[in-house]
Structure formats: C-alpha cells, structure tokens
C-alpha cells in the first residue's frame, strides 16, 4: 500500500500571525494531503528553573492543541497531525520532513512566546532540507491574491527543478506561470560604455530570446499551462520582488544549487535577499541527484 504523502509546516507560539500554517492549509486542500504540524522545542533553551519546571511543555501542548483544533476546524475530513519534539530546531524540522511533500516554515524565527522556536531562521531550515522549503511571510492570507506563480530564472540551466514545481504550483491553481530572468551588467562593464557602444539593446534582445526559447520547451511538456516570460534588467533580488508584487503573485518559486557537486542547497545572496524581502510566500527548491 502506498504511504500517503504529507505536508510538514513548522508551528510555534507566533502561528496565527506568521501565515505558514494557513498556506499549508491551503496546500493541503490543494494536494489532497494531510498536514504534520511540528512545534520544535530548542534543546538549549529546553531547562527552565526548577520552581518552573511544566512552563515550557505546557505551553507546548496547548500550542499543539490549538493548531489541531484549527487544522480539524478547517477540513475536519483529513487526517491532519500535530507533534512536538526536542532537539536543533532547524535541524530537527529538515530531519523530520525529508520524504515528505514540502516543508512549510514562517519567515519569523522567533515566536513571540519566549523559549519557544520554530527554527533557529528560515534560511538555515531552507539550507538543510531535502525537500522544496516554503517560506510564509509575516500576515500572509490565500484570499484576495490572483496573480500567477513566478519563478526565477538564472544563466547557470540549473532552474529546472524550480520550473518543474512552478509549473505542477500553477497546473493545480488553475493560473499562470510566469518565467522572470533579471540580467545586469557583469562588473567590467558600464552602463554608460553599453550605451554609447549601443549594445545595451542587442544584449536585452538576446536574454529575451534565450528565455523565450526556455519557455518554449516548457509549453510543449504543458500545452495547457499559459506561459509568460518576463526579461528585466536590474539588481536580481529587486527584479525578482518587484515582478512578484506587480502581478500579485501566489508564489514565488526560486532554485537553489549545488557547490563542488556536493548535493546541497547553498543559498546565495539572491536566494537570501528574496527570503528576506518577498511580500508573497516563496519556494526553495533544491538540485536534485540528477540535476547535479
């Protein structure tokens, strides 16, 4: 019998304000999958003074309660789970969700309940994981957004794997996939220099062609998916933020990468920036054995 397939999301006392638990929701009707809700407790912090001894697991627990009685509330028809777990919160979160369909993880850190955690960031969970990282900013509702999923293309043809989520992402929300590239200038170039040289067009003109020709090959693997390609120039992590808020994206799906073939997820200062900064929910997807 095959084992059905399970949407982890990371809760801690800052759920209801943080989103991730609603777009896991959302996911989860989605997919047709049921949510393992985890409330990881940093070992570090876990000793309290002995005159406070039940503090932390008490919190625990109704934090735990809460959520599975929101998840029950909101699909009483699935079999959602919660747990809590002692140990390195991302660490622990990366371990527990490796097979699974997504991890999903707020962009807050630290819950507004002191001792408790989610991660230690969301950057060390989307560095650790094996499986696509969901990060949900702070506020974050699934109402009232109607763009497309965006995904960020780079030169290094290693975006497959993020195109590959966008796409099936877009495929089951019934909307658009919009294939954004941010070229800039490399550094022994000027501006000025491209412009008095007039080659400034003829290199946006290539990158648009180059990507148009990547889409291409992506229309006929989903010949029912709408596929837009949008070519800017610009500071990638502003290229990127700026595309998603203007088409009101759903979510903005970005690669991560291998270092010396070693198979890991190596977040760089794109992937960090666009963490840092997106006002939508953002994918992490990470190379996979093949892709390397």
């Given at each position: 019998?095959?084992?059905q397939p399970?949407?982890?999301?990371?809760?801690?006392?800052?759920?209801?304000?943080?989103?991730?638990?609603?777009?896991?929701?959302?996911?989860?009707?989605?997919?047709?999958?049921?949510?393992?809700?985890?409330?990881?407790?940093?070992?570090?912090?876990?000793?309290?003074?002995?005159?406070?001894?039940?503090?932390?697991?008490?919190?625990?627990?109704?934090?735990?309660?809460?959520?599975?009685?929101?998840?029950?509330?909101?699909?009483?028809?699935?079999?959602?789970?919660?747990?809590?777990?002692?140990?390195?919160?991302?660490?622990?979160?990366?371990?527990?969700?490796?097979?699974?369909?997504?991890?999903?993880?707020?962009?807050?850190?630290?819950?507004?309940?002191?001792?408790?955690?989610?991660?230690?960031?969301?950057?060390?969970?989307?560095?650790?994981?094996?499986?696509?990282?969901?990060?949900?900013?702070?506020?974050?509702?699934?109402?009232?957004?109607?763009?497309?999923?965006?995904?960020?293309?780079?030169?290094?043809?290693?975006?497959?794997?993020?195109?590959?989520?966008?796409?099936?992402?877009?495929?089951?929300?019934?909307?658009?996939?919009?294939?954004v590239h941010?070229?800039?200038?490399?550094?022994?170039?000027?501006?000025?220099?491209?412009?008095?040289?007039?080659?400034?067009?003829?290199?946006?003109?290539?990158?648009?062609?180059?990507?148009?020709?990547?889409?291409?090959?992506?229309?006929?693997?989903?010949?029912?998916?709408?596929?837009e390609v949008?070519?800017?120039?610009?500071?990638?992590?502003?290229?990127?933020?700026?595309?998603?808020?203007?088409?009101?994206?759903?979510?903005?799906?970005?690669?991560?990468?291998?270092?010396?073939?070693?198979?890991?997820?190596?977040?760089?200062?794109?992937?960090?920036?666009?963490?840092?900064?997106?006002?939508?929910?953002?994918?992490?997807?990470?190379?996979?054995?093949?892709?390397?």
């Amino acid at each position: 019998m095959t084992k059905q397939p399970v949407i982890h999301v990371g809760v801690d006392g800052s759920w209801r304000d943080t989103g991730a638990l609603e777009w896991a929701l959302q996911e989860s009707l989605i997919r047709k999958a049921p949510l393992r809700a985890i409330h990881v407790i940093d070992e570090k912090l876990r000793y309290a003074p002995y005159w406070e001894p039940k503090v932390v697991d008490d919190a625990a627990i109704d934090l735990v309660e809460e959520v599975q009685q929101k998840m029950k509330e909101r699909d009483p028809a699935v079999d959602h789970s919660t747990e809590v777990v002692l140990g390195p919160p991302a660490t622990t979160l990366a371990e527990l969700a490796a097979g699974s369909v997504m991890l999903v993880v707020g962009r807050r850190g630290m819950s507004t309940v002191k001792r408790l955690l989610v991660g230690s960031t969301s950057e060390a969970v989307a560095n650790l994981a094996t499986v696509p990282v969901i990060v949900v900013p702070d506020g974050w509702t699934p109402s009232g957004h109607a763009g497309p999923v965006v995904v960020g293309l780079d030169d290094s043809g290693e975006s497959e794997a993020a195109v590959e989520f966008a796409a099936e992402a877009a495929i089951e929300r019934g909307i658009a996939l919009r294939m954004v590239h941010v070229w800039d200038l490399p550094p022994i170039y000027s501006w000025e220099s491209m412009e008095v040289e007039g080659a400034l067009d003829s290199w946006s003109r290539t990158a648009e062609l180059h990507f148009e020709a990547v889409a291409r090959q992506w229309r006929q693997k989903y010949p029912d998916l709408a596929i837009e390609v949008d070519v800017r120039r610009g500071h990638a992590v502003d290229g990127l933020i700026a595309a998603a808020e203007a088409g009101d994206a759903q979510l903005l799906v970005i690669g991560g990468r291998h270092h010396s073939k070693v198979i890991s997820v190596l977040l760089g200062s794109v992937a960090r920036g666009v963490l840092q900064h997106a006002t939508c929910p953002v994918a992490v997807i990470r190379l996979t054995k093949d892709d390397a």
